[in-house]
C-alpha cells in the first residue's frame, strides 16, 4: 500500500466562534503557550513521517507563512546576542517540513477547500489535519491514522465518542468494531438532528484519504450551512468504499472555541518546563478563591 507522505492543513475558516479573537488574527495562530497552534499541527504531521505540506489559507492569512519563513533580521540579532538556544527553536520552525500555501478565494467549506488541494496531491493519498484542532499525545494521531491507511488501503477518519448533544454539532459515524481502536465506517451524517444519530462516534479532527476523493468532491452539492461539506463527500466514499475508523490516543483541543483555548492552555502549561511549576502554584492558589 501506498505510504502517505503528503499532508494538507485548511486552515482558511473566518473562525466566527472565537471572534473577536479571530478578526485580523487567524485563529490557527492563537498560542498555546508559546506557540502557535498550527506549529503543534506541523509537528504532528511531521513526527508521521509527512514530508510535504499544504496549508490552505484566504486573505488575511498571510502571518501563517511568515511564521514559518525565516525571519532575518530577529536570526541576526539572536545570533549577536548569543541567544543560540532561541535562535536554534526558531530555525527548526523554518526547516520543519516542505510548506507550500495556496488560497482559497471563497469560505465555500471544508470540501471547498480540500478541494483546492487536488494539484498539490495528485495521485497520492494524503492525510487532512484541521487547522483548529489541536492533538497532542505521544504517539501522533496523523500517524496512527496512515498506518491504518496503509493496513487496510482505505481512506480513514480519527474519530472519538462524544456527548448526544455534542454530536449534533459535529458528524456521527456508523460503525462496527474490527478490534482495538479500530472500525469499519460505512456511513455518517454531519451535524445529525437527534433522530438521525448514527452512534455517538464524530470524526475529530484528523482523516486519510485516497485521491478520489476530489471526483467526489466536483459532485458534492452544498450541504449543511449552504457550505461543501467534506463530510458529505466522506460519506459517499464511506457507502461505496468502506473507510476505517480509529479511535486515537491523544487529547485533543478544539482551538475554534473559547473554552477549548483555554483547555489547551491550561494543561499545555502545566506540563511546561519553563513555566509548568510556577503555574501550577498559581493555579492552585486560585482554584482556594472559586
Ligand atoms: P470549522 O468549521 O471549524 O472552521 O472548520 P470555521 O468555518 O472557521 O468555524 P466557525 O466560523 O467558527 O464556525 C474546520 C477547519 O477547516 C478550515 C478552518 O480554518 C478550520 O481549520 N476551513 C473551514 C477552511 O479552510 N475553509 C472553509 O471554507 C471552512
Known sequence: MQQVRKAVIPAAGLGT???????????EMLPIVDKPAIQYIVEEAVAAGITDILIITNRGKGIIEDHFDHNIELEQRLEAGGRTE????????????????IRQKETKGLGHAISCARSFVGDEPFAVLYGDDVIIGDDPACGQLCRAYEKYGLGVVGIKEVTVEQIQKYSSLAVEALGGNEYRVSDMVEKPTPDRILSLFSILGRCVLPPSIFEILEQTPPGAGGEIQLTD?????????GMTGVDFTGIRYDMGN?????????????????????FAAYLKELAKTL
Open 258 to 278: 473559547k473554552l477549548g483555548i483555554l483547555q489547551a492552555t491550561c494543561e499545555v502549561a502545566l506540563k511546561h518546563p519553563e513555566v509548568g511549576a510556577d
Open 233 to 241: 463527500a466522506m460519506c459517499t466514499l464511506a457507502r461505496r468504499d
Open 17 to 27: 466562534r472565537v471572534l473577536p479573537a479571530s478578526k485580523a488574527m487567524p485563529k
Open 86 to 101: 532561541t535562535l536554534a527553536q526558531l530555525q527548526r520552525i523554518n526547516s520543519l517540513a516542505n510548506i507550500s500555501y
